[in-house]
């Protein structure tokens, strides 16, 4: 859903109903497909500075569309959604990255999440 709202251009409501219309989710599973597609697209402001301080010698705008969405998407699970673990987020994103982006996408896309993550940890650590 992230790809048809960027590279299409079409606004969130219309990507939901076009994508989830032509699925038979459960209602659980359609509900958290949505909550996570319109929490990360309410949130890309603040989600693509946290990629670009990640990801040295590449710009957002030349990332690959897959590999920039994944991050986000994924990014918007760590900071906005505690219940999954952030491995658990991480690996997820790495699957996806293995599935549908190319062969060095697995480890950027792990650098920057796991890079962010890290640097998070250390700012709330106690010390």
Sequence with gaps: MLFQWEVGSHSPEHVVQT???EKSLEPSVEEFARSLFEG???????LDPLIRSQS???RLERM?????????LALYELTHLSETPPAVVINEALEL???YSGA???????????GIRKKAQSTTAPG
Excluded at 40 to 46: E, F, L
Excluded at 64 to 72: E, H, K, M, S, T
């Design 64 to 72: 690959p569309a897959v590999d920039r969405n994944l991050l986000r």
């Design 19 to 21: 994508f989830l219309a």
């Design 40 to 46: 990360t697209v309410g949130a890309v402001a603040t």
């Design 97 to 99: 990255a293995r599935r």
């Design 104 to 114: 060095d996408s697995v480890e950027f896309v792990n650098g920057v999440l796991d």
């Design 56 to 58: 040295e010698h590449w």
